[in-house]
Protein backbone atom coordinates (compact mmCIF):
# COMPACT_ATOMS: atom_id res chain seq x y z
CA UNK A 1 0.00 0.00 0.00
CA UNK A 2 1.61 3.24 -0.88
CA UNK A 3 1.99 5.97 1.30
CA UNK A 4 -0.50 9.07 1.23
CA UNK A 5 0.51 12.04 -0.78
CA UNK A 6 1.93 15.43 0.98
CA UNK A 7 3.69 18.16 -1.01
CA UNK A 8 7.21 17.68 -0.22
CA UNK A 9 7.59 20.82 0.83
CA UNK A 10 5.53 24.48 1.62
CA UNK A 11 6.33 27.91 2.59
CA UNK A 12 4.83 30.72 4.50
CA UNK A 13 5.69 34.02 6.29
CA UNK A 14 5.42 35.08 9.85
CA UNK A 15 1.62 35.53 10.65
CA UNK A 16 0.35 33.95 7.67
CA UNK A 17 -1.83 30.94 6.90
CA UNK A 18 -0.47 27.85 5.02
CA UNK A 19 -2.66 24.37 4.30
CA UNK A 20 -0.92 20.85 3.89
CA UNK A 21 -2.81 18.52 1.80
CA UNK A 22 -2.56 15.07 2.22
CA UNK A 23 -4.52 12.71 -0.41
CA UNK A 24 -5.57 8.92 -0.09
CA UNK A 25 -8.08 6.92 -1.30
CA UNK A 26 -11.90 5.71 -0.45
CA UNK A 27 -10.21 2.94 1.67
CA UNK A 28 -8.16 4.60 4.00
CA UNK A 29 -9.10 8.79 3.90
CA UNK A 30 -12.21 9.00 2.18
CA UNK A 31 -13.87 5.58 4.00
CA UNK A 32 -12.93 6.64 7.69
CA UNK A 33 -12.72 9.62 9.91
CA UNK A 34 -9.41 8.66 11.32
CA UNK A 35 -7.16 10.89 10.23
CA UNK A 36 -4.30 12.62 12.15
CA UNK A 37 -1.54 14.68 11.57
CA UNK A 38 1.88 15.05 13.63
CA UNK A 39 4.63 17.70 13.88
CA UNK A 40 8.44 16.77 13.66
CA UNK A 41 10.73 18.78 14.45
CA UNK A 42 14.58 17.76 14.06
CA UNK A 43 15.85 14.56 16.23
CA UNK A 44 12.53 14.52 18.39
CA UNK A 45 10.02 12.26 18.12
CA UNK A 46 6.42 13.14 16.04
CA UNK A 47 3.95 14.94 18.31
CA UNK A 48 0.47 14.65 17.59
CA UNK A 49 -1.52 17.81 16.62
CA UNK A 50 -4.99 16.07 14.88
CA UNK A 51 -6.74 13.10 16.14
CA UNK A 52 -10.38 12.46 14.35
CA UNK A 53 -9.73 14.82 11.17
CA UNK A 54 -10.17 17.72 12.59
CA UNK A 55 -10.02 17.13 16.85
CA UNK A 56 -7.50 19.34 18.55
CA UNK A 57 -5.60 17.22 21.71
CA UNK A 58 -5.26 19.19 24.95
CA UNK A 59 -2.67 21.63 24.61
CA UNK A 60 -2.78 22.22 21.29
CA UNK A 61 -2.84 25.64 19.55
CA UNK A 62 -5.95 26.87 18.44
CA UNK A 63 -3.85 27.88 15.30
CA UNK A 64 -3.91 24.16 14.32
CA UNK A 65 -7.25 23.01 12.45
CA UNK A 66 -8.17 19.98 10.05
CA UNK A 67 -10.54 19.02 7.69
CA UNK A 68 -11.17 16.84 4.83
CA UNK A 69 -13.24 16.24 1.92
CA UNK A 70 -13.40 13.37 -0.42
CA UNK A 71 -9.93 11.27 -0.13
CA UNK A 72 -8.27 14.33 0.55
CA UNK A 73 -7.13 15.43 3.98
CA UNK A 74 -6.11 18.73 4.59
CA UNK A 75 -4.17 20.94 7.90
CA UNK A 76 -3.99 24.47 8.16
CA UNK A 77 -1.93 26.45 10.28
CA UNK A 78 -2.85 29.98 11.09
CA UNK A 79 -0.10 32.56 12.42
CA UNK A 80 2.84 31.06 11.15
CA UNK A 81 5.69 31.12 13.92
CA UNK A 82 9.18 30.21 13.76
CA UNK A 83 8.61 27.41 16.10
CA UNK A 84 6.40 25.83 13.23
CA UNK A 85 9.30 24.86 11.16
CA UNK A 86 9.19 21.43 11.03
CA UNK A 87 8.23 18.10 8.83
CA UNK A 88 4.36 17.56 9.20
CA UNK A 89 2.63 13.73 8.90
CA UNK A 90 -0.82 12.89 8.23
CA UNK A 91 -2.10 9.29 8.83
CA UNK A 92 -5.32 7.49 8.35
CA UNK A 93 -6.81 4.52 9.68
CA UNK A 94 -7.64 1.85 6.90
CA UNK A 95 -9.48 -0.66 5.35
CA UNK A 96 -6.90 -3.37 6.16
CA UNK A 97 -6.96 -2.85 9.89
CA UNK A 98 -3.89 -0.82 9.85
CA UNK A 99 -2.60 2.75 9.76
CA UNK A 100 -0.77 4.51 6.30
CA UNK A 101 1.31 7.54 6.94
CA UNK A 102 1.47 10.34 4.35
CA UNK A 103 5.48 10.95 3.12
CA UNK A 104 5.94 14.89 5.39
CA UNK A 105 5.77 18.01 4.48
CA UNK A 106 8.72 20.34 5.30
CA UNK A 107 7.32 23.46 6.39
CA UNK A 108 9.55 26.60 5.79
CA UNK A 109 8.72 29.35 7.33
CA UNK A 110 10.17 32.15 5.77
CA UNK B 1 4.51 12.72 33.56
CA UNK B 2 3.84 10.55 31.03
CA UNK B 3 7.28 8.73 30.13
CA UNK B 4 7.93 5.96 27.46
CA UNK B 5 11.54 4.67 27.33
CA UNK B 6 12.51 2.34 24.52
CA UNK B 7 15.36 0.07 24.82
CA UNK B 8 17.05 -2.64 23.06
CA UNK B 9 18.10 -1.15 19.91
CA UNK B 10 21.69 -1.52 18.18
CA UNK B 11 23.22 -3.31 15.33
CA UNK B 12 22.69 -6.50 14.71
CA UNK B 13 23.53 -8.83 11.05
CA UNK B 14 20.81 -9.65 8.30
CA UNK B 15 18.81 -12.62 9.12
CA UNK B 16 19.34 -11.48 13.49
CA UNK B 17 17.23 -10.65 15.57
CA UNK B 18 16.45 -8.32 18.00
CA UNK B 19 13.73 -7.43 21.07
CA UNK B 20 13.10 -3.90 21.61
CA UNK B 21 10.82 -3.12 24.80
CA UNK B 22 9.14 0.28 25.71
CA UNK B 23 8.99 0.79 29.53
CA UNK B 24 5.86 2.90 30.45
CA UNK B 25 4.88 5.37 33.34
CA UNK B 26 2.86 7.98 34.07
CA UNK B 27 -0.50 6.71 32.64
CA UNK B 28 -2.78 3.48 33.03
CA UNK B 29 -0.78 1.88 30.43
CA UNK B 30 -3.60 -1.35 30.62
CA UNK B 31 -5.69 1.31 29.80
CA UNK B 32 -4.01 1.91 26.37
CA UNK B 33 -3.59 0.09 22.99
CA UNK B 34 0.04 0.50 22.27
CA UNK B 35 1.55 0.62 19.11
CA UNK B 36 5.79 0.81 17.51
CA UNK B 37 6.11 3.37 14.15
CA UNK B 38 9.43 3.28 12.64
CA UNK B 39 11.21 5.71 10.69
CA UNK B 40 14.14 5.02 8.42
CA UNK B 41 17.15 7.35 8.22
CA UNK B 42 16.08 10.30 6.20
CA UNK B 43 12.85 9.10 4.74
CA UNK B 44 9.42 9.23 6.79
CA UNK B 45 7.20 7.79 8.90
CA UNK B 46 5.87 4.11 8.58
CA UNK B 47 3.52 2.21 11.47
CA UNK B 48 4.55 -1.06 12.28
CA UNK B 49 2.42 -2.79 14.30
CA UNK B 50 -0.37 -2.28 17.54
CA UNK B 51 -2.08 -4.19 20.41
CA UNK B 52 -4.97 -4.08 22.14
CA UNK B 53 -4.32 -2.75 26.14
CA UNK B 54 -5.45 -6.44 27.35
CA UNK B 55 -2.97 -7.83 24.53
CA UNK B 56 -4.87 -10.64 22.96
CA UNK B 57 -5.36 -8.90 19.65
CA UNK B 58 -2.12 -7.43 17.27
CA UNK B 59 -1.89 -5.58 14.03
CA UNK B 60 0.80 -5.26 12.14
CA UNK B 61 1.99 -3.48 8.63
CA UNK B 62 2.45 -5.97 5.76
CA UNK B 63 6.32 -5.23 5.32
CA UNK B 64 6.67 -7.21 8.72
CA UNK B 65 4.19 -9.71 9.12
CA UNK B 66 5.15 -12.83 9.92
CA UNK B 67 8.77 -11.12 11.15
CA UNK B 68 7.73 -9.25 14.13
CA UNK B 69 6.08 -10.13 16.97
CA UNK B 70 4.43 -7.57 19.46
CA UNK B 71 3.45 -8.34 23.44
CA UNK B 72 2.73 -6.40 26.53
CA UNK B 73 3.05 -7.30 30.20
CA UNK B 74 0.77 -5.10 31.94
CA UNK B 75 2.79 -6.26 35.35
CA UNK B 76 5.80 -4.52 34.40
CA UNK B 77 3.63 -1.32 31.87
CA UNK B 78 5.98 -2.99 29.59
CA UNK B 79 5.81 -3.40 25.42
CA UNK B 80 7.58 -5.68 22.93
CA UNK B 81 8.70 -6.07 19.50
CA UNK B 82 10.18 -9.06 19.13
CA UNK B 83 12.10 -8.88 15.66
CA UNK B 84 13.47 -11.87 13.61
CA UNK B 85 14.24 -12.27 10.19
CA UNK B 86 16.16 -8.70 10.21
CA UNK B 87 16.35 -7.01 6.80
CA UNK B 88 18.66 -4.06 5.86
CA UNK B 89 15.35 -2.21 5.05
CA UNK B 90 14.11 -2.55 8.41
CA UNK B 91 16.88 -0.73 9.66
CA UNK B 92 14.93 2.85 11.58
CA UNK B 93 14.88 4.74 14.72
CA UNK B 94 11.57 2.55 16.06
CA UNK B 95 9.46 4.55 18.48
CA UNK B 96 6.59 3.00 20.84
CA UNK B 97 3.54 5.15 21.16
CA UNK B 98 0.45 5.21 22.70
CA UNK B 99 -3.16 4.76 20.90
CA UNK B 100 -5.78 6.83 20.61
CA UNK B 101 -8.88 5.76 21.95
CA UNK B 102 -11.36 6.72 19.15
CA UNK B 103 -9.76 4.77 16.28
CA UNK B 104 -10.96 1.49 16.00
CA UNK B 105 -8.58 -0.75 17.55
CA UNK B 106 -6.99 1.85 18.88
CA UNK B 107 -4.21 1.42 16.54
CA UNK B 108 -3.85 5.64 15.52
CA UNK B 109 -0.73 6.66 17.07
CA UNK B 110 -1.39 9.06 19.72
CA UNK B 111 -0.68 11.57 22.42
CA UNK B 112 2.39 10.00 23.83
CA UNK B 113 5.88 8.87 22.28
CA UNK B 114 9.35 7.62 23.17
CA UNK B 115 12.33 9.28 22.00
CA UNK B 116 13.03 6.03 19.92
CA UNK B 117 15.49 3.41 19.56
CA UNK B 118 18.03 3.08 16.40
CA UNK B 119 18.11 -0.46 15.06
CA UNK B 120 20.95 -1.04 12.46
CA UNK B 121 20.87 -3.94 10.28
CA UNK B 122 24.16 -4.86 8.57
CA UNK B 123 27.23 -6.70 8.04
Known amino acids: QSALTQPASVSGSPGQSITISCTGT?????????VSWYRQHPGTAPKLLIS???HRPSGVSNRFSGSKSGNTASLTISGLQAEDEADYYC??????????FGGGTKLTVL | EVQLLESGGGLVQPGGSLRLSCVAS????????MNWVRQAPGKGLEWVSGISGRGDRTYSADSVKGRFTTSRDSSTNTLFLQMNSLRAEDTAVYYC????????????????WGQGTLVTVSS
Open chain 2, 26 to 33: GFTFSSYA
Open chain 2, 97 to 112: ASGQGYCPNGICPGDY
Open chain 1, 91 to 100: SSYTRSTSVI
Open chain 1, 52 to 54: DVS
Open chain 1, 26 to 34: SSDVGGYNY
